[in-house]
């Protein structure tokens, strides 16, 4: 049962535009979610987060959404630039004792010049 | 500060065969992860060691074990190869667990023939 969700495996965008990557969960014990970025031959990084307290979180170009109702956030990019072209992974987790991180499959996001 | 390593970068192993793979994370990290990546899979957690403890553990066999060392550095081992194990081995390192961002090395590729 894949409890984190990225439907879309793939994104293309223009340099300048919005880019907005989704993500849906299942699990409604999960209170703590993460965006990773990750580029080929490299681990993943760490880009921003979010605690289901909140609604939003921004970090300079980077904004996470969150719906708890309808068990879905999303990454918003703005603007998008040609070094933001990577596979993004959405992550979630409870942040309770012995929890873990659930990952979806990543969305891999191509920025055009 | 240095980041996350692992060793080795690559390797190429037969059926049948075993392997340990190895993580020193970040320095003051207690906490230790290992996902496995495959195409079209996404990062699927193996398993969590905390102070050489192992507080959570994935979906996956038996072949697939871990520990932690009383510096924090850990190891992951997997016996009686399958071609199905070929993919990305990434460990990454947190504080506290996912309640704090992880941080991941570059990975052991690992190729079974």
């Known amino acids: 049962d894949q409890q984190v969700k990225q439907n879309s495996p793939s994104l293309s965008v223009q340099e300048g535009r919005i880019s907005i990557l989704n993500c849906d969960y299942t699990?409604?014990?999960?209170?703590?979610f993460l965006w990773y970025k990750k580029y080929p031959a490299e681990g993943p990084t760490f880009l921003i987060s979010?605690?289901?307290?909140?609604d939003k979180n921004e970090d300079g170009r980077f904004t996470v959404f969150l719906n708890k109702s309808a068990k879905h956030l999303s990454l918003h990019i703005v603007p998008s630039q040609p070094g933001d072209s990577a596979v993004y992974f959405c992550a979630a987790g409870n942040t309770g004792a012995n929890s873990k991180l659930t990952f979806g499959k990543g969305i891999t996001l191509s920025v055009r010049p | 500060k240095a980041g996350v390593t692992q060793t080795p970068r690559y390797l190429i192993k037969t059926r049948g065969q075993q392997v340990t793979l190895s993580c020193s994370p970040i320095s003051g990290h207690r906490s230790v992860s290992w996902y496995q990546q495959t195409p079209g899979q996404g990062l699927q957690f193996l398993f969590e060691?905390?102070?050489?403890?192992?507080?959570n553990k994935g979906n996956f066999p038996g072949r697939f074990s871990g520990r932690q060392f009383s510096n924090s550095r850990s190891e992951m081992n997997v016996s009686t190869l399958e071609l199905g194990d070929s993919a990305l081995y990434l460990c990454a390192s947190s504080r506290a667990g996912i309640s704090s961002p992880l941080h991941f090395g570059n990975g052991t590729r690992l190729t079974v023939t």
């Open positions: 979010i605690s289901s307290i909140k």
């Open positions: 060691y905390f102070s050489e403890t192992q507080r």
């Open positions: 699990n409604s014990m999960f209170d703590y």
